[in-house]
């Protein structure tokens, strides 16, 4: 239920966002009706379409993004005749063309009072194509439904989360429109201009098919949200989320840090002397290849015990969990122990199966791996985090899992459980150590104050350069002072929906953290070439305090796209200032992450 009532509110917050200004031509041009037969049905018809149009377009793929776009051409026609008929509707009577005769009949229709089921039905009808148009900012609540129907697929609870997000953007709207019946009342009663204001609507209309057929809202009027709404949404997640909600919707919207940090939290019980049956492991079909195996069943792994470990390869927390995964894969192979790494991908790159190959080489790891790009044995699992470990017993039975960093030795005495219950003898002594060194190395949790970062429009927050961010294009932006988890850019970059990507030489992105370590996900040029840079921190080099990526003047090299350690502080962690300056042009900065 909290989850149905954020989504409710994300929706009437969408009336204070730019990116609503193209459909609210259409919604006002029902002022002037009665608001129960015109503009109720406009505003049911709007929830009603863009509620089907995004739940198509997070689970259906391809298809369902082309049908839609066949969808938007039809509807600016009809409301571009409905424009016109309010216009010139005498020329649209005279035209009498099937498509202007349809526009003017509908609108005729929505206007007759003495045809209250037809004027329904008219504006229900326009309210559907209004729907089919309109785009609202991806802010923190719209992209955490949207995330979590694309990795979970389609569900009732996910259309029922979209239908609660459109039907508050429709109360907020609802409200505009009764509040706006009164003042064109007002207005015709004192000036007598009824025939004006219908003109007046008419080119409003029409304007703002321009601007969609232009693409100006799914341009610049949809992503301003960046430094609008995405603050308000963001702070009403936090508040009025639950802890549990909290892990469920941050995994959601693939915020590793988020999920990672409040399953660390979560209480979690250590395995008794009778493990719960959970439910039987899933099909791992599905997976688009395996590394280091030929593919594996859920049939062929009967009287084996099995971890199953969802990762990414640029998760931190993924790779914090990785030492002790590789060390209960070694230690215990050979007591009937099978380790199977499902790589679900985060970002557009971590689906290259190249980039996984190397990842997975420079990590050492030796276990099997399935590449799960199209979330199939994600949702087969029903999982939500990144990482998340299912323990498997020998009859083929999930009878424990964790989820996030932390509690390891339990994690390992669960395994040892579920192994001596399948009848392994002399299991080797005592417990895993940490091993793991640079991005690997285990968190400072007490001194962490800063929250993973993302510098993509869809996802970001604490974006403080001064001045209007800009979508999708070249745009020169400057840092001033921060406050602590704000970020700023400096130079010229084109701000796109999962990565912000350097233009020109020179340019730089300014953070201010407080955390021991800082990471940052980086890539290079398109053409792969690489990207030097220089960090420094409170103005001077590192020096003892650079990452594994860098050196002790702060020089290093992006060369690939993966999560780079730039900053590990060895004294007192308190708020410093990050900058990162790129000596070449074409890097792809997309989150930062802390430790």
Request: contains cysteine; hydrophobic residues 45%; glycine residues 12%.
């Amino acid at each position: 239920m909290p989850l149905f009532l954020i989504a409710w509110l994300g929706g009437v917050l969408t009336i204070v966002s730019p990116c609503i200004l193209p459909v609210l031509p259409f919604v006002f041009a029902r002022t002037e009706r009665p608001f129960v037969r015109s503009g109720l049905p406009l505003l049911i018809g709007m929830a009603i379409a863009f509620s089907a149009v995004g739940a198509l377009a997070a689970v259906g793929g391809g298809w369902a993004v082309a049908a839609n776009q066949y969808g938007r051409i039809a509807a600016l026609v009809l409301l571009a005749v409905f424009g016109v008929a309010l216009l010139f509707p005498s020329l649209a009577d005279y035209l009498s063309r099937p498509v202007v005769a349809l526009g003017a009949r509908l609108s005729a229709s929505a206007d007759d009072p003495q045809r209250a089921g037809g004027g329904f039905g008219a504006s229900l009808l326009l309210g559907v194509a209004t729907g089919m148009l309109w785009a609202p900012c991806a802010g923190p609540i719209l992209g955490l439904i949207l995330t979590g129907a694309a990795l979970q697929g389609a569900s009732v609870h996910t259309s029922l989360l979209l239908l609660a997000y459109a039907a508050g953007a429709a109360t907020s709207l609802a409200l505009a429109l009764i509040a706006g019946q009164r003042v064109f009342a007002a207005m015709k009663r004192s000036l007598g201009v009824g025939e004006w204001i219908r003109r007046g609507l008419g080119i409003a209309v029409l304007a703002g098919v321009a601007a969609i057929a232009l693409h100006a809202d799914t341009g610049v009027l949809a992503r301003l949200s960046l430094a609008g709404t995405n603050q308000l949404e963001q702070g009403l997640l936090d508040r009025l989320r639950p802890a549990s909600d909290h892990m469920a919707s941050a995994s959601m919207q693939g915020s590793a840090s988020m999920q990672a940090s409040a399953s660390m939290r979560a209480a979690q019980h250590a395995p008794s002397a009778a493990l719960p049956v959970e439910g039987e492991l899933p099909s791992l079909d599905g997976a688009v290849q395996w590394l280091n195996s030929p593919p594996l069943t859920a049939a062929a792994l009967r009287g084996k015990v099995v971890l199953v470990d969802f990762w990414t390869y640029s998760c931190i927390n993924c790779l914090r969990a990785l030492p002790y995964v590789k060390a209960w894969a070694d230690k215990y192979r050979a007591n009937g122990l099978v380790v199977i790494g499902v790589h679900a991908p985060e970002f557009a790159f971590e689906k290259d199966i190249g980039n996984v190959r190397r990842a997975v080489a420079d990590l050492k790891i030796d276990y099997p791996v399935a590449i799960d790009n199209r979330y199939a044995i994600w949702r087969a699992f029903d999982n939500q985090y990144w990482p998340a470990h299912y323990f498997v017993d020998a009859n083929g039975k999930i009878r424990h899992h964790h989820f996030g960093e932390g509690d390891y030795r339990e994690s390992e005495q669960t395994i040892r459980q579920l192994l001596t219950e399948a009848g392994a003898r002399d299991l080797p002594a005592g417990f895993v150590t940490d091993t793991g060194t640079g991005a690997e190395a285990p968190p400072a949790m007490n001194d962490m104050q800063s929250p993973e970062t993302y510098l993509g429009y869809e996802r970001a927050h604490g974006f403080a350069s001064p001045g209007e961010p800009v979508a999708d294009r070249p745009h020169d932006y400057a840092a001033g002072p921060l406050d602590l988890n704000q970020w700023a850019l400096a130079g010229t970059w084109t701000l796109g929906a999962e990565h912000a990507d350097l233009d020109r030489a020179g340019g730089g992105i300014v953070y201010r953290f407080h955390a021991r370590d800082l990471h940052l996900v980086l890539g290079p040029a398109g053409d792969g070439k690489p990207v030097r840079f220089r960090v420094t921190v409170d103005g001077k080099p590192p020096g003892a305090d650079h990452g594994a990526d860098v050196d002790a003047n702060g020089y290093g090299t992006v060369t690939g796209q993966r999560l780079y350690q730039l900053i590990r502080q060895q004294g007192a962690v308190a708020d410093r200032t990050f900058e990162i300056r790129f000596l070449d042009p074409g890097v792809h900065a997309y989150s930062f992450t802390f430790g």
